[in-house]
């Protein structure tokens, strides 16, 4: 086959069915024929600017009809293409385009300019002088005598770069022969021509975006396009499927596993092309449940793609790659590269048409990875890859042999991700794994050694090699140990490494809204974590693109709202996340009355403030409350303006009993309180005693009926006092305490400057003082119902809650629950908030 062989079978399609669309993207639609003309033109322009045999044309376009057009003329024109990714660390596309050297870029004006300044002679597609330049040129077939040098199938198409494991990028040579054969062979297995619709989804500097843009062109089928944007968001590439009637689909399984769970119904009747990473047997189940055929294909970048091909007919073929396509040898070799007996492990190698011719300007690599072919002159490829040949001639992946890896389809070395660490200078050494903790969760986490004197911050760490590594190579976490854990003869011991600890920052600091809580819920249960804080961001959490589509599917579920994956990754907090979706901000955040959860049919539960004023707290613990429970907080009367002032317990009872019937006219109600709280809630239910009303529930979280030492505090006392709930050294502040020593847990600075009188310190300190003399005043009137009182261990900032002291003022029992925790952790810690809502919930549902 001579190069122009494959030119010719793009042009004999285009002959055959000129007007049939030949692509789409973005509602642009360009027939056969249209895209046959535009690509000579622009193929007559490169062939102007040298491009010839082996000479490389860098490729910098967003995904759109251009793309395919620009490729099929760089082939049209004898040349070969660089897909060039403007995403990408600046650093990375220079490196490219300097091993590759390419001779032009083509780009466009959609692409920021600052990006495509690569020190190359730049053709802007979409300029006006472009267009006009390219108007003026022949439309038809070139010749040969237009182009620069006769070609050849072993003249390169493309050049496409994977990661190294020395730290520095490969760029693979791939030739025409290997192109035509891969699109050939697809042919051939899927039986593609017109009528039928292909998704092209993935970016071309992914080797599995070739089949995508070229088959389609080659077949007579049309090539759907869909934007990156779309290509990134399940719900929306699954509407794409939809809308425009895609007939077969290529993607990763992480791609399959986000569809199949944001949008399974239109996977029903698609033609289902999976490869780039294993397959496990449950996604396997659920597309042959939804799809009407899915094909395993198997390849290294090497190999052109795709080597190999299996029908999935079960979930047992999940780890099955097959048989090779045409033109392809296979050999299962051992350590001396001699064949080993069917069904023993051994490494595979790839020969045929379809292996490329080397590395770019890497000669050792070359001759380390591309070896004598056993049957022929050519070369085979050593794939690292661990299989074995089973009785039916079908060969099954095992593994690698080796640190390279894949995940979501990108092949990726750890040593280039390890040597982008270790050019920190706070790091002394660098490994990395991927882990999956949770069944179908693949995450890649990274672990270093601190430099002498250094203390690495793993959030920055992760910003570094995001400015030299695609991010598809960041790690999802970065983990500092001491010292790596070894095997017994020396080496890193990998499966020793430790599962990275998620750690959230559920502290309130405001008043959450609604929505904000129901997101840092479903946050934390797709995550797995105990609750999330308003501020905590999903990824730094462990969220990968497969947790991700899960919580699009829960979103979409359980709020109605349609969040897609490129607002989750600008907007990935609860907080923000929440104002993406539905613009709601927190409201009145002051008011006695403040609706926390509204949602569920079933009673409310009122809960009351603390010493600090606020029931803001009570937000986190709304978290593991079931949705059947409206849960609404009652807050101090000094941040309001009454005529009469509210600064007694039973005044501040009355009032409470009253807008609480407000919300719910009738009885039996459902009352807690977290320490000054307990004194709170035990004096509502007690009014409520008075006023007839019936008491379902009352719960008084470690507090006694009288103030204790620890707890009778003067200002300093106070001040004090929020230092220890802080876990703040005493020691280590000058005496006396002052308003500014507490300015840093007083967060309502700005909800407080309303005020224009106090610093939210003296504000927070000042309520705190009225409530302690109103509760040294206070004598409780007796209860004649259940009480559960929850007790914490003794702590420096309160006494154990007493049922003895509680006694005389309760009537019924006292069913006393000890939590195991500080006074603190009552309402922050997960582990204690889940038990304090299962023993709630239980005896409500009794």
């Not at 692409?111 to 390219?134: E, K, N, Q, W």
């Not at 089928?221 to 290529?250: C, E, F, S, W």
């Not at 090779?324 to 296979?330: D, K, Q, W």
């Not at 074995?388 to 099954?396: K, M, T, Y």
Request: aromatic letters at 6%; charged letters at 25%.
């Amino acid at each position: 086959m001579e190069k122009n062989m494959l030119v010719q079978a793009f042009e004999e399609r285009a002959d055959a069915v000129p007007d049939l669309t030949a692509l789409e993207c973005e509602g642009e639609e360009l027939t056969f024929r249209e895209v046959h003309e535009r690509a000579g033109r622009l193929a007559r322009h490169l062939v102007a600017q040298g491009v010839g045999p082996d000479r490389v044309v860098a490729v910098m376009l967003p995904r759109s009809t251009d793309l395919l057009v620009a490729l099929v003329a760089v082939l049209k024109a004898g040349g070969a293409y660089l897909a060039l990714d403007p995403e990408h660390p600046a650093e990375r596309v220079a490196f490219q385009v300097h091993d590759a050297a390419p001779v032009v870029l083509l780009t466009s004006s959609r692409i920021d300019a600052d990006r495509t300044r690569l020190g190359l002679p730049t053709v802007v597609l979409d300029d006006p002088a472009t267009l006009a330049t390219l108007a003026g040129l022949p439309a038809g077939h070139l010749t040969d005598a237009e182009r620069n040098a006769p070609t050849g199938p072993e003249d390169l198409a493309y050049v496409i770069y994977t990661s190294g494991s020395t730290g520095t990028p490969k760029g693979v040579e791939v030739p025409v022969r290997a192109l035509h054969n891969l699109l050939e062979a697809m042919r051939e297995r899927l039986g593609l021509g017109p009528g039928d619709r292909m998704l092209s989804v993935t970016t071309a500097t992914f080797d599995m975006s070739v089949p995508e843009l070229f088959l389609p062109y080659y077949t007579g089928a049309r090539a759907v396009i869909a934007p990156r944007a779309t290509g990134q968001d399940p719900q929306a590439l699954g509407d794409l499927i939809a809308r425009r009637g895609i007939g077969t689909a290529q993607a990763t399984p992480t791609h399959w596993h986000m569809l199949s769970t944001v949008s399974p119904e239109v996977l029903r009747g698609l033609r289902i092309l999976i490869g780039g990473e294993a397959l496990s047997e449950k996604l396997a189940a659920t597309l042959l449940d939804l799809g009407a055929e899915v094909v395993q294909w198997y390849g290294p970048t090497e190999t052109t793609v795709w080597s190999t091909v299996h029908p999935v007919t079960g979930p047992e073929d999940a780890a099955v790659i097959g048989r090779p396509l045409r033109n392809t040898r296979l050999y299962v070799l051992d350590e001396d590269l001699e064949p080993v007996a069917p069904g023993t492990e051994g490494e595979l190698f790839i020969a045929g048409d379809g292996v490329a011719r080397g590395y770019l300007n890497r000669p050792e690599l070359t001759a380390e990875r591309f070896l004598p072919d056993r049957d022929g002159d050519a070369l085979m490829y050593r794939t690292g890859d661990v299989v074995r040949l089973r009785p039916d001639g079908d060969l099954e992946y095992v593994g690698r042999a080796d640190h390279q890896v894949k995940l979501h389809g990108f092949r990726m070395e750890l040593g280039e991700i390890e040597a982008a660490l270790e050019r920190s200078e706070d790091v002394d050494r660098a490994a990395a794994t991927v882990r999956e903790d949770r069944p179908g969760d693949r995450r890649l986490v990274a672990y270093v050694t601190a430099a002498a004197d250094r203390t690495p911050d793993t959030g920055q760490l992760r910003d570094f090699v995001a400015e030299a590594l695609p991010l598809y190579m960041v790690p999802s976490a970065v983990v500092t140990l001491d010292a790596f854990p070894l095997t017994p003869n020396g080496k890193l011991d990998r499966k020793a490494l430790p599962a990275p600890v998620v750690a959230a920052t559920a502290m309130v600091e405001t008043h959450l809204t609604q929505s904000e809580l129901l997101l840092a819920r479903i946050f934390a249960e797709v995550l797995g974590v105990g609750q999330v804080g308003p501020r905590d961001s999903f990824f730094d959490l462990g969220g990968s693109s497969v947790l991700a589509a899960r919580l699009l599917a829960r979103v979409r579920a359980e709020m109605g709202l349609e969040l897609s994956i490129r607002m989750l990754v600008e907007s990935p907090t609860p907080a923000e996340l929440s104002r993406r979706l539905t613009g709601e901000e927190p409201q009145d955040s002051f008011d006695v009355l403040l609706p926390l959860m509204t949602k569920g049919s079933a009673r409310p539960l009122f809960c009351m403030r603390h010493l600090g004023g606020t029931a803001w707290c009570y937000g986190v613990l709304a978290q593991h409350f079931s949705l059947e429970y409206p849960i609404y907080g009652l807050q101090s009367h000094t941040f309001q303006e009454f005529d009469t002032p509210v600064d007694t317990i039973a005044a501040m009872a009355a009032d409470y009993a009253d807008r609480i019937t407000g919300v719910q006219p009738e009885g039996p109600y459902r009352i807690l309180g977290w320490s000054f709280g307990g004194i709170l809630a035990h004096a509502v239910a007690a009014e409520f005693q008075k006023r007839g009303a019936e008491i379902e529930f009352l719960g008084v979280f470690n507090t006694n009926p009288h103030i204790t030492d620890k707890e009778d505090r003067d200002e300093q006392g106070l001040i004090e006092l929020i230092l220890l709930i802080n876990g703040k050294d005493l020691d280590a502040y000058e005496r006396p305490l002052r308003y500014e020593d507490v300015a840093e847990f007083a967060d309502m600075a700005t909800n407080f400057a309303w005020q224009g009188k106090k610093s939210a310190a003296e504000t927070f300190v000042e309520t705190m003082l009225t409530d302690l003399g109103a509760w040294k005043a206070h004598t409780p009137e007796k209860y004649s119902g259940t009480m559960h009182l929850f007790a914490a261990d003794p702590s420096p900032v309160a006494e154990a809650a007493s049922s003895e002291a509680w006694a005389p003022y309760v009537a019924g029992d006292i069913v006393r629950h000890e939590l195991g925790c500080g006074h603190e952790e009552m309402l922050s810690s997960p582990r204690v908030l889940g038990t304090v809502a299962e023993i709630v919930s239980g005896h409500l549902a009794d």
